[in-house]
């Protein structure tokens, strides 16, 4: 079973709070480049160092995107702290001279690929719903790899994985499929 982006929907809600400790930073921070790819380069570093918080986009669940306001204080200074330190090094090493993609989680391009084996495997056909959670549920378990290179970048390095990433991607699909009942626990 093969899975796309079409096949479900969910949102990291740390994306717009990244958004907006960046957008603190260089308004406080005026030296240096401010435009859109740096822009995106300084996020992607920034929620890379976050823990992400992905929710699927489901009837009742709020697409409300979080704020740094509903952090709490200490985490607001920690991805502040972190925001500081993304802006100094993309503006020491700026890549806005290269051809971009839109900004990704490459984990995600890793996870489907391995969750439509497991499937595959397992004999289990999920719905739009079931697939939103399970994935959610299963990106929030991994270290997020934020990019803005093309997809070039990301199959090679999904080629250049080691066993171990691949093993924790396995352990991290069983581990959503079992909590949220998709198969049996005794597995
Ligand atoms: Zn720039």
């Not at 489901?58 to 607001?76: F, M, N, Q, V, Y």
């Not at 995600?108 to 004999?123: D, I, N, P, S, Y």
Request: charged share 25%; with cysteine; proline share 5%.
């Amino acid at each position: 079973m093969k899975i796309s982006t079409s096949d479900y929907a969910l949102y990291n809600r740390m994306e717009a709070a990244a958004q907006e400790a960046v957008e603190q930073v260089l308004a406080a921070r005026t030296e240096g480049c401010t435009c859109q790819m740096c822009r995106e380069d300084m996020q992607c570093l920034l929620l890379n160092q976050l823990k992400p918080q992905y929710v699927p986009l489901l009837p009742g669940i709020s697409k409300e995107p979080w704020t740094l306001e509903d952090l709490g204080a200490k985490a607001r200074a920690e991805v502040m702290a972190a925001a500081e330190h993304a802006v100094f090094v993309v503006r020491h090493n700026p890549r806005h001279g290269h051809e971009r993609a839109p900004m990704q989680n490459c984990t995600e391009a890793m996870v489907l690929g391995a969750l439509g084996e497991v499937l595959t495997r397992e004999k289990l056909a999920l719905g739009r719903e079931e697939l939103s959670r399970l994935m959610a549920e299963v990106l929030n378990e991994l270290p997020p790899r934020y990019t803005t290179s093309f997809k070039g970048d990301a199959f090679a390095r999904t080629e250049e994985l080691e066993a171990a990433s691949v093993a924790s991607i396995l352990t991290a699909i069983y581990g959503a499929l079992k909590r949220l009942e998709m198969i049996p626990g005794s597995a």
